[in-house]
Each structure stands twice: as structure tokens, then as C-alpha cells.
């Protein structure tokens, strides 16, 4: 199979926000470009996870090849979420165009303009859609108008269509090919391939997803990895159709998959220029920025002898998603585990979700936390990801936490609920403005601390679901912060500390010390439970003791016989809280730590 002539390639990603039909309109390219056999045909068809298709969300990136009308399209299929937002930087690498779905009911949403943002950067062909013209409370003639306002995309440019019945698909792949230009990209030069995607398989080792920039790329040739200076034979080259399909070459502007015998994806990570290994290039390709971890929390196996079998399954886990870290860490409450970084809650929910499922394991998570700054008296810069780690109070001068720009579009009766909700959130406006007389942008400056736990349930449940939300990050500023403690008994438990600033911290102290109360069983002696900013106590709450009845045998005589008894039962249980230990089962972590609670 001899490589296709750049003139007849057409490579696009579709982007949107959430939710607004990526996956569903992907499904009817490849219905419509006789892809798939229609007895062959599901829902979400490029979502391979099981994840993906409970939760109905896109997490990997996914490419596949289609032919339409003698030419070829090279569609990438990208995920929605603002967690994942760094998969979509790297496909719009290997494009020349993109489709842009708005849900022609809700408009233009927070990761619309993102998304879009992102696809002007690159200088990228942007082809506008309206989806969902099924839906009865479908408007295309305001959105069509709000998208000519807001992103200078003209009304009559924006095709209509509805990727769950079909309608007007035909007319967008003949827009594509219209209006995407071809790659450009010399035959006879040297090879340049770039790698904008790579996971794990355990039979054949590291494939990733590669776009050849100039040269071609043959089967059994060597390859040079020019970052990683690592040399490998192609084992097979080929196209995604989406079946995986074996080529002989892959030309200039062509996308398709490598596989190599490389057993760590490290060798291949995304950004990644390939070149021959004899007479090949001299410059690499511009690559991508490594996504920096925002949030963080400690894992930890419930069974300790689990741990082992957690540091493989970390590792495995690691070579198919490369962008959350981890290092060993231990705490006295929970054992060995690892202090994991995530790129933000919900890829946090889902790599645990994934270790627990495909390794079957049970694991504890740790409140999550950002990553602090914290200057010393002597000048010396200390980073904290781990609240337990944060030197004791007269040691720093001064601590910073991470902010995020945070743009929320709403429909402006909830403007005040949002705005109350985000000054809750030490949060400051930058800016406000009406996309239209019914929906506006609001911006506000926030920590990334007082986001990552709830703020996206917050915000959704004041707007009634209608708010949507992107972040990103602007850098560190000081604030008044301290450190919570958790004490049981008297001893620190490290698992419940957290860096709160000073005005919500006795309201973090006295909700967890009400919440371990109804939860950590009674033992045989008074438990006190604390929240402490360094040696002050501010909140407390008592676990009451068994009591066993000692005066049951006692028939009538004098008083004294009594109170006797219950001295002696009352100098036990002094006795016994010296030197008794609380036992905390795990169960208790597990509810107490819980997201959302």
C-alpha cells in the first residue's frame, strides 16, 4: 500500500465542551464513510475504555482513518473535560483543521471558547457546527448569531446538523474537505514523525499514534528517537480504520500508529520526534509542554500486603497515562503507600477508579491538596504537597498557594449565586461580560485549593446545572494559611491534616472532629477527639467510653460501697487511657476522606 498524495489528506480533530456530541458525531463520520459495518455499529464507538462508556465521557484521545469522495480524512476524536485539556493541545499538533460542535440548544459553553482558543493559537481551520437540531429546545438561529458575536465565526458559515439522526453530516464532511487545507510536507526530505499520543499494550509493548511531517516512515526500517536517543526497528506501521491495519509506508501528512518492541513508553512519550536512524534529521519538531501535576493525594492499600502489587499496578498504569506522578510516601495511620499527582479531581477519581478495577485493588485516598510554596526564615524556597510535610509554624516567614483564572459562562439570573459562591472561595472578579442579554462570561481569580473538593458540584447546583467552567493556572500568591491537625487521644493522626486558611479553619476543624465522632467505634476508655493549629486546640469532641455496670451485684447496704466500686471502675479507665491506643479501623479513612462528604 503506497503512501496517499498529501493533495487528498484532510486532518481534523473535533473539539467542544462536554457533552455536546464529539463521540456521537464521530460515530456517524464512520457510519457515513462505511467504516464500521452497520451490524458491527455501537455507541461511542472510539471509546475503547469501559470507564469511558459508563460515565459517558472521553478520557483518551482516539484517531482513526476514513475515506470519503476519494479523498482521506484523518479524524481525531478528543475529550471534552477541562482535566483532560492537555489531550487536546497535543491532537490539534497533528491537524490542519478542526471541527467545532456547539449544542445548539445550550450554546457556546466555558470549554467552547478554550477549545477554540487553543485551535486560533495553532492558526488552524476552524469548521463551526450547531448539533442536537433534534432537540426541541433546539435554537440555531441565536447560537448561530451568538457564535458570529463572540467568536467572529459569520452566521452563514455555521453548518446545522444533527449527529444523532444524521442530518447534514454529509454536507460537513463535503465542508471539510472544502475548507481544511492539505498538509504540507516534503516527500524527499528527511523523515520528521511526531508522536502526539502513546499507551501501553501487554502484548506488543509501547503504540503510539504518530503524524509524519516530512520523509516517510517504512516498515523494518530504524528508527531514531531523537529526545529520548533510543534507536528501534519498525515493527509494523499502519492506519487505524478504525481496526488496526498493517502498511507497508506512511507518507508526509499521513496519520497513523508505530509499534516498535518498546517496552517503556518514557522512550516514546508524546512530543516525541522520530527520525531514520541513518541520514535522518537534525532538528526536532516542536513538542509539547509536560502537563504539571495541580492536585494531590496519598494512596494507600487497604490490606498492607497489597503494597507490592500497588507499586506494579502504579507502574503498568503509568506507561498507558503518563501524566499523573507518584513517589512512596508513609504515614503513621495508613502504612506505605504513594503520594500521587493528578491533573485535577476527576483524573484523580478515574486513575484510582482504573488501579481499583484492572488490578483489583482497595485503596485509600487522602484529602487531596495542592502544591505550596513555603519561604523559610532563612530564605531557603521549601515546595509542600503533602500537608503533614509543612514545617512547624515559627520556621517560615511566608507560604504560597497555587491560583487558577476561572471562566464561567451562565445564564444571567444566577449571576448572584455564582458570584456569592466564588467570593466564598477567596475569590476576586477580573471580569464580567453578556455573550448575549440572556448569558454572560463571569472571570475570577481563585486558589486551586478552594476549587479541587467541591466547587464544580457548588457551581452546578446554584445554576441549576446550567454553569459550565474552564480553568487555568496563573501562577502562586501569599496567603494566611495554617495547618489543621487531627488528634485522637492526644497523638496526631498525619492522614487528616490539611492546610486551610485561617478563617476556615475552625470550621474545618469542628465539621471533621464532628464527623470522626459519629464514626470511630466506642472503646473501653474516653476518646478525645481534637483539631489543633499547632499546640491550640479549637475544636473537640469526646467518643464516650463503654461502660460496664460494676454496681450490678450489689443488694441494698451502704452508699459508700457504691461509690467505691465506681472509683476504682473510673482509676481503671484513667489507667487504661495512658496507655491504651485508639484502634481506627480503615473503614473509618475510607468514609471520613471520601470525596464530596
Known amino acids: 500500500m503506497s503512501p496517499v498524495s498529501p493533495d487528498t489528506i484532510r486532518n481534523i480533530a473535533i473539539i467542544a465542551h462536554i457533552d455536546h456530541g464529539k463521540s456521537t458525531l464521530a460515530d456517524r463520520l464512520l457510519e457515513l464513510c462505511g467504516a464500521v459495518e452497520a451490524r458491527s455499529m455501537r455507541d461511542q464507538y472510539l471509546d475503547s475504555m469501559d470507564l469511558e462508556r459508563e460515565r459517558g465521557i472521553t478520557i483518551k484521545l482516539q484517531s482513526v482513518k476514513l475515506e470519503w469522495k476519494g479523498y482521506v480524512i484523518n479524524l481525531i476524536d478528543t475529550p471534552g473535560h477541562v482535566d483532560f485539556g492537555y489531550e487536546v493541545s497535543r491532537s490539534l499538533v497533528a491537524c490542519e483543521g478542526v471541527v467545532l460542535v456547539v449544542d445548539a440548544a445550550q450554546g457556546i459553553e466555558a470549554q467552547t471558547l478554550a477549545n477554540t482558543y487553543l485551535a486560533m493559537e495553532q492558526d488552524l481551520e476552524i469548521v463551526p457546527v450547531l448539533n442536537k437540531l433534534d432537540l426541541p429546545a433546539a435554537d440555531p438561529d441565536r447560537y448561530a448569531a451568538e457564535m458570529e458575536t463572540v467568536l467572529g465565526m459569520p452566521a452563514e458559515d455555521v453548518l446545522r446538523i444533527s449527529a444523532k439522526t444524521g442530518m447534514g453530516v454529509e454536507e460537513l464532511l463535503d465542508a471539510i474537505i472544502e475548507r481544511v487545507p492539505p498538509p504540507v510536507g516534503d516527500a524527499d526530505k528527511p523523515l520528521q514523525a511526531l508522536i502526539f499520543d502513546s499507551h501501553f499494550d501487554n502484548y506488543r509493548g509501547v503504540v503510539s499514534s504518530v503524524r509524519v511531517v516530512n520523509g516517510g516512515m517504512k516498515a523494518r526500517s530504524k528508527l531514531r528517537f531523537m529526545q529520548a536517543g533510543a534507536v528501534h526497528e519498525a515493527d509494523e506501521i499502519g492506519v487505524r480504520t478504525p481496526d488496526s491495519k498493517p502498511v507497508d509506508a506512511l507518507g508526509p501528512g499521513e496519520v497513523g500508529y508505530l509499534i516498535a518492541g518498546i517496552k517503556d513508553v518514557r522512550e516514546a512519550r508524546s512530543g516525541e520526534t522520530i527520525t531514520t536512524a541513518n541520514g535522518g534529521a537534525d532538528t526536532v519538531l516542536p513538542g509539547y509542554r509536560e502537563p504539571q501535576p495541580m492536585v494531590f493525594c496519598g494512596l494507600y492499600p487497604v490490606e498492607a500486603d497489597e503494597y507490592e502489587s500497588f507499586r506494579e499496578a502504579l507502574d503498568k498504569l503509568r506507561l498507558d497515562d503518563g501524566s499523573f506522578s507518584f513517589e512512596p510516601e508513609t504515614s503513621t495511620a495508613l502504612g506505605f503507600g504513594f503520594r500521587c499527582g493528578f491533573l485535577g479531581l476527576l483524573h484523580m477519581e478515574i486513575v484510582r477508579e482504573r488501579l481499583e478495577r484492572e488490578f483489583d485493588l482497595n485503596l485509600i485516598a487522602t484529602s487531596p491538596s495542592v502544591k505550596y510554596q513555603v519561604t523559610m526564615n532563612d530564605g531557603e524556597e521549601v515546595v509542600v504537597d503533602n500537608p503533614s510535610a509543612l514545617p512547624p509554624a515559627g520556621d517560615w516567614k511566608e507560604i504560597q498557594e497555587p491560583y487558577l483564572k476561572a471562566s464561567m459562562i451562565l445564564p444571567s439570573e444566577y449571576t448572584g449565586a455564582v458570584m456569592e459562591l466564588c467570593q466564598s472561595r477567596r475569590g476576586r472578579m477580573e471580569r464580567m461580560e453578556y455573550l448575549s442579554p440572556e448569558r454572560l462570561e463571569l472571570v475570577y481569580r481563585l486558589p486551586l485549593a478552594e476549587v479541587v473538593v467541591d466547587f464544580f458540584d457548588q457551581l452546578k447546583s446554584r445554576s441549576q446545572g446550567y454553569a459550565s467552567l474552564d480553568y487555568e493556572p496563573v501562577g502562586y500568591e501569599s496567603g494566611d494559611l495554617v495547618r489543621v491537625d487531627i488528634l485522637f487521644n492526644g497523638e496526631q493522626v498525619d492522614a487528616f491534616s490539611t492546610i486551610v486558611h485561617r478563617d476556615s479553619a475552625y470550621e474545618y476543624g469542628r465539621r471533621t472532629a464532628e464527623k470522626l465522632k459519629a464514626i470511630i467505634p466506642r472503646q473501653q476508655f474516653e476518646v478525645p477527639i481534637q483539631a489543633a493549629i499547632g499546640g491550640r ?38 489507667r487504661m487511657k495512658n496507655i491504651g491506643r485508639v484502634e481506627i479501623p480503615p473503614d473509618t479513612f475510607i468514609r471520613v476522606l471520601r470525596l464530596g462528604d
Open 537 to 574: 486546640i479549637i475544636a473537640r469532641e469526646t467518643v464516650k467510653a463503654y461502660r460496664k455496670d460494676v454496681t450490678a451485684k450489689l443488694y441494698g447496704g451502704d452508699v459508700t460501697r457504691k461509690n467505691k466500686l465506681l472509683q476504682k471502675q473510673k482509676e481503671g479507665k484513667r
